[in-house]
């Protein structure tokens, strides 16, 4: 009820004046909560109500966003941080906020941040907002670009190096060096870098992470040979056909025996991209061979089927 459009304000009145949790929270997110309303809830003394009005909030006042953005529970000026609604100039203000986790937050949402906040984040002293500052995944698109000349300094920080590979121009010491990297991120952003050279492109072709391998594989540029090798090597290591009858449970991706992945990646090789092609004899997803199609690329856990017995 406390979500209708159109209540009245005499019904808001009474809805705030029952002091129940749970209707003022949802009255908290209504969008169409008259402003001054809105204001009497951002004073809330319960943090998850204000956190409500700061996601109800959408179009605003600049006042209500100026109250709540000295909010003194970190969760509300997160919320701030991920919100578009927020004006630019207050949202930079909080590129300066006293707790890392609101900064990470706005270095992750706020991918079209103007350039000197973007360099306050990517120079930020918490390792955790640089991480988030210089990242291979954004929650908003564009995904930004690192201004140029902070390249080399992020690529030397082990918490931003992974997501400055992609972005830096790469040299034949340079890839050495990235060859070389303890973190397969790190290994794995290489092998898609459109400079690699042939003969670290080979290197990595032998990784013993399967992840690196995979994006060898997929390159435009891998020589069919490499490519078949990689394929039989995943072969070699694919578990037994009646694992399931002798285990009764399937291995999950993930768990540290490399065959389970192998397993996997063999499904998905074929289905990697219409520019890639497997060697002769291997086989497809199932489905997409039913289909006559290719299932995109899934770089995680198949995602668990749902329990329909209570359907039933």
């Given at each position: 009820?406390?979500?209708?459009?159109?209540?009245?304000?005499?019904m808001i009145t009474e809805i705030i004046a029952t002091d129940d949790?749970?209707?003022?929270?949802?009255?908290?997110?209504?969008?169409?909560?008259?402003?001054?309303?809105?204001?009497?809830?951002?004073?809330?003394?319960?943090?998850?109500?204000?956190?409500?009005?700061?996601?109800?909030?959408?179009?605003?006042?600049?006042?209500?966003?100026?109250?709540?953005?000295?909010?003194?529970?970190?969760?509300?000026?997160?919320?701030?941080?991920?919100?578009?609604?927020?004006?630019?100039?207050?949202?930079?203000?909080?590129?300066?906020?006293?707790?890392?986790?609101?900064?990470?937050?706005?270095?992750?949402?706020?991918?079209?941040?103007?350039?000197?906040?973007?360099?306050?984040?990517?120079?930020?002293?918490?390792?955790?907002?640089?991480?988030?500052?210089?990242?291979?995944?954004?929650?908003?698109?564009?995904?930004?670009?690192?201004?140029?000349?902070?390249?080399?300094?992020?690529?030397?920080?082990?918490?931003?190096?992974?997501?400055?590979?992609?972005?830096?121009?790469?040299?034949?010491?340079?890839?050495?060096?990235?060859?070389?990297?303890?973190?397969?991120?790190?290994?794995g952003e290489l092998a898609e870098h459109p400079d690699l050279p042939?003969?670290?492109?080979?290197?990595?072709?032998?990784?013993?992470?399967?992840?690196?391998?995979?994006?060898?594989?997929?390159?435009?540029?891998?020589?069919?040979?490499?490519?078949?090798?990689?394929?039989?090597?995943?072969?070699?290591?694919?578990?037994?056909?009646?694992?399931?009858?002798?285990?009764?449970?399937?291995?999950?991706?993930?768990?540290?025996?490399?065959?389970?992945?192998?397993?996997?990646?063999?499904?998905?090789?074929?289905?990697?991209?219409?520019?890639?092609?497997?060697?002769?004899?291997?086989?497809?997803?199932?489905?997409?061979?039913?289909?006559?199609e290719q299932r995109p690329h899934h770089d995680g856990p198949p995602?668990?089927?749902?329990?329909?017995?209570?359907?039933?």
């Open positions: 009820m406390a979500k209708r459009p159109d209540l009245s304000d005499d949790l749970w209707l003022t929270h949802s009255l908290a997110l209504n969008r169409s909560l008259p402003h001054a309303f809105r204001m009497m809830l951002a004073e809330h003394p319960d943090p998850a109500i204000r956190r409500a009005v700061t996601v109800g909030a959408g179009d605003a006042p600049r006042e209500l966003f100026e109250r709540l953005l000295d909010d003194a529970d970190s969760q509300v000026r997160e919320h701030l941080a991920e919100s578009d609604h927020v004006p630019a100039d207050l949202r930079a203000r909080l590129a300066a906020d006293s707790d890392p986790k609101v900064r990470a937050t706005l270095a992750q949402w706020w991918t079209t941040a103007p350039e000197p906040v973007r360099r306050l984040l990517l120079t930020d002293p918490d390792g955790s907002v640089r991480a988030g500052a210089c990242a291979t995944y954004f929650r908003r698109v564009p995904h930004p670009v690192p201004p140029a000349d902070l390249v080399p300094a992020l690529l030397a920080d082990p918490v931003t190096r992974v997501g400055a590979v992609r972005h830096c121009t790469l040299d034949t010491a340079t890839a050495r060096w990235l060859a070389d990297d303890p973190d397969e991120e790190v290994r042939p003969a670290l492109s080979d290197k990595l072709a032998q990784d013993p992470n399967l992840r690196v391998t995979l994006r060898v594989f997929a390159r435009q540029d891998t020589p069919e040979p490499t490519r078949a090798a990689i394929h039989a090597q995943i072969l070699s290591d694919v578990p037994p056909l009646d694992w399931l009858a002798t285990s009764g449970t399937a291995p999950a991706v993930g768990d540290g025996r490399p065959s389970a992945a192998r397993g996997l990646a063999v499904r998905l090789l074929p289905c990697l991209g219409s520019d890639v092609r497997p060697p002769p004899g291997a086989a497809c997803c199932p489905t997409a061979r039913r289909r006559g995602f668990p089927r749902p329990d329909r017995s209570r359907d039933r």
